[in-house]
């Protein structure tokens, strides 16, 4: 989704700065989101669960030299059972991974962006519909897109905050799993959708950048889930 979005603010004209734990993926990323010419999209290596490194990280950066942050981190811990010790070890788990790991950047970032920016931060149609065994992650989504609403007063008129909620999507996340099993994980799902049809980056990565242009938004939580949230 994050290399999706890149992609669509590259369309646009923007120069797109991608930041990830591994310097190996980012340069395999750039060259993806602009093949022609990976120079176009600047890159950084840096784990947004390393305090002192966010920090060091956004210290670095020039007053107003960016003016959007599209924060797409966090994925699932396995946490179905929040029951004992290790259920709690999940639970917490979960909101490290998905929620203050996109929380973070914000805390650290948002007083060096320019005036008229914004900030995507990414949930999930979970935070609405939790199946059994998703209570945690589900929960971790519905605080995402809580935060911003209060976050959109705490940093408007400067900065506006929105979030982003996609459904199943057809991302590297399911890449290990066994391909037969992957299409009919997607097509199952995606054919009790409204829209037939599970997601791809590119449905996200275009909802991201709608975002990020429509200046008189913000505070809001847009489903891009094909219908997830409201399916019968």
């Not at 995507?120 to 589900?138: D, E, K, Q, Y």
């Not at 799993?177 to 959708?193: I, V």
Request: aromatic letters at 6%; proline letters at 4%.
């Amino acid at each position: 989704m994050g290399k999706a979005a890149a992609k669509a603010v590259l369309a646009c004209g923007g120069t797109p700065f991608i930041v990830s734990r591994s310097e190996g993926k980012l340069v395999a990323a750039a060259s993806e989101i602009s093949p022609s010419d990976p120079s176009r999209v600047k890159y950084a290596s840096c784990d947004c669960k390393d305090e002192a490194a966010l920090q060091a990280f956004f210290e670095a950066q020039a007053q107003g030299s960016f003016n959007h942050m599209v924060c797409t981190i966090g994925e699932s811990a396995g946490c179905s059972d929040i029951r004992g010790a290790e259920g709690f070890r999940k639970l917490k788990e979960q909101f490290e991974i998905k929620v203050f790991a996109q929380l973070a950047p914000i805390c650290f970032g948002v007083d060096k962006m320019a005036d008229g920016g914004s900030i995507v931060i990414t949930s999930g149609a979970l935070s609405r519909r939790p199946g059994g065994g998703s209570s945690a992650l589900g929960a971790a989504n519905a605080s995402l897109e809580s935060i911003i609403k209060g976050l959109a007063n705490d940093f408007g008129p400067r900065v506006r905050v929105n979030c982003i909620s996609p459904g199943l999507t057809n991302t590297d996340m399911w890449s290990s799993m066994d391909a037969e099993k992957r299409e009919g994980m997607l097509a199952g799902f995606g054919s009790r959708l409204p829209l037939k049809r599970a997601g791809e980056p590119n449905d996200v990565g275009e909802a991201i950048a709608m975002l990020l242009c429509a200046r008189y938004t913000t505070g809001c939580t847009l489903d891009c889930d094909g219908g997830a949230a409201i399916r019968a």
